[in-house]
Each structure stands twice: as C-alpha cells, then as structure tokens.
C-alpha cells in the first residue's frame, strides 16, 4: 500500500516567513501528488495539483515542486490567513498533516 | 458553482447504522466521481469510499463489508450507509467531487461534513 509521509508534523512561524514542508512517498508517484489546506472547522481546500499547479484563485505565494518520491510545499511571505493544517495527498493516501502555527 | 451538501450524521450506538447524504448541485453524479472522507476528532484525513460514474463502488479496508455507497441520479445525491458502527468509526464525514485522469485524483471541491458520533 502507498504511503505518504509528512514532515514536520507541526512548525511555528511568523507573519512574512518562508515556511517548507516536504511529503515522501513509498513509491514513485511521478508528479500526481496534491497539497490541500484545512482550517479549524472547515473542509480541506485543494490548493495545488500535479505537484506544482496552482489551483484557480489560490495566492502565488504557494507553491509545490517535486517528483517521484519526494516533495515540497513551500509558502513564501506567510499571511495571517495562511495558519492552518497542510496535507499532501496522493491516490486515496493522505499524510498526516502538518499545522503551520504562530 | 460545484456544490456539495452533507447531512444525516448524529449519535449513534455501537452497533447501529446511519446514513449520510451528499446532495450536489452545478454537476451530475451520474456523470462524476464522488468520494466519502473521513477526518476522527484531532486526527488526519481517511479516504472512505467512491462510486464512479458508471456505478463501480471501491472503499477503504476499515470499512468494507460495513458500509455501502450509492446514488440516486434523480435526486442528484449521494449516500453513504453505516451499518455496524464502532467507536473508531467517529469522525466528520466529507463527500468531495473527484477528479481522476489516469494516475492523477484530486478531491475538489468538499462539502462542510457531517458529524458522527458512535457512543454509548
């Protein structure tokens, strides 16, 4: 079964850092990896697709790259409203999730 | 605009049965795929189950045998039965349009959920 491994589980950070997140897979998944973000009490909201493809409407502060195996998600000049749960997700494995806190 | 509305979560005791719809609206499930997620409190995503478009149903290995999805093309709505309900089985429980080419399967967009509870 594929897994999809998260990392950091949780991270502090300040309004207008550079935070990075990375999500390995068990095995090749080419590029077809998709990164969502949650928000206490709210669905998840896909916000970047086939690795490094922003979603419709979704800032240009994030980003995604990778293939493979290994891949990061990076948000450049974090905002206020971007303090939320970050999950990769890849087939119907999800990661565990990181929560991008103050 | 895509839209996904679910319902029918509450309390139930172990043992019992439930079942949640998904009503959607701006696409036709008979047209799409639809997935059941699930999120336990303070815990991660689980993908639950789908039906195609052309009716082949999947679910995850927690819940096969248990839980059954179907959809009503009249209604436009999607259900999820729970029979034989277990504590674990607590959680929010989302529908989400997906998006399946090839290797590439996105959930976009979700509904707002609804809470089960299996407790005594």
């Known amino acids: 079964d594929l897994q999809m491994t998260q990392s950091p589980s949780s991270l502090s950070a300040s309004v207008g850092d550079r935070v990075t997140i990375t999500c390995q897979a068990s095995?090749?998944?080419?590029?077809?990896l998709n990164w969502y973000q949650q928000k206490p009490g709210k669905a998840p909201k896909l916000l970047i697709y086939?690795?490094?493809h922003l979603q419709t409407g979704v800032p240009s502060r994030f980003s995604g790259g990778g293939s493979g195996t290994h891949f990061t998600f990076s948000i450049s000049g974090l905002q206020p409203e971007d303090f939320a749960t970050y999950y990769c997700?890849?087939?119907?494995?999800f990661g565990g999730g990181t929560k991008v806190v103050i | 605009e895509v839209q996904l509305v679910e319902s029918g979560g509450g309390l139930v005791q172990p043992g019992g049965s439930l079942r949640l719809s998904c009503a959607a609206s701006g696409f036709a499930v008979s047209d799409n795929y639809v997935s059941w997620v699930r999120q336990a409190p303070g815990k991660g995503l689980e993908w639950v189950s789908v039906i195609y478009s052309g009716g082949t149903t999947y679910y995850a290995d927690s819940v096969k045998g248990r839980f059954t999805i179907s959809r009503d093309i009249s209604k436009n709505t999607v259900y999820l039965q729970m029979n034989s309900l277990r504590a674990e089985d607590t959680a929010v429980y989302y529908c989400?349009?997906?998006?399946?080419?090839?290797?590439?399967?996105?959930?976009?967009?979700w509904g707002q959920g609804t809470l089960v509870t299996v407790s005594s």
């Open positions: 086939g690795a490094s």
């Open positions: 989400a349009k997906e998006y399946t080419i090839r290797g590439d399967i996105r959930f976009d967009p």
């Open positions: 095995q090749d998944i080419t590029i077809y």
């Open positions: 997700q890849q087939d119907t494995s």
